[in-house]
């Protein structure tokens, strides 16, 4: 069995999150700038058995757009062009904030804290997490 890729896309940084072989538990992979995550990914998936890909997908509380949801569109788009793997979308309302609760959670420095790519690989980690609760 493959593992789950997780990721949170953003303009300017992809938050990725992976599951174990046995797709019990997902944790943080890596942050890489938005330009380098197909080719990182390309990299990754030459090394592990990847079976699917579970983005996150920005949506505002009333379920309307918002300004990520169509660049994280066109990014999954690229996806689908380079990877034959499926492609799932996740909610990911909150995760930003239930990220930054968790680290605080499990004892992190501020200066951890502080630096949005540690965010971004923890919300990846909540949106594949999230998933596998519901799979």
């Known amino acids: ?36 995550t197909i080719a990182f990914l390309k990299k990754y998936c030459t090394n592990e058995e990847v079976d699917a890909f579970v983005v996150g997908l920005p949506k505002q509380l009333d379920n309307s757009d918002t300004h990520a949801t169509k660049p994280t569109q066109n990014f999954v788009k690229q996806l689908q062009k380079q990877f ?9 309302r909150f995760t930003s904030k239930m990220a930054l609760d968790a680290m605080i959670a499990a004892g992190t420095t501020k200066k951890y804290r502080r630096q949005k790519g540690n965010i971004d690989k923890v919300s990846a980690t909540i949106i594949l997490q999230s998933y596998l609760e519901k799979a």
């Open 1 to 36: 069995m493959g593992r789950l890729v997780g990721i949170d896309y953003g303009l300017k940084r992809v938050g990725l999150a992976v599951t174990d072989p046995l797709r019990i538990i997902a944790t943080p992979l890596e942050t890489v700038p938005t330009s380098q």
């Open 84 to 92: 034959s793997q499926p492609i799932y979308w996740e909610d990911e």
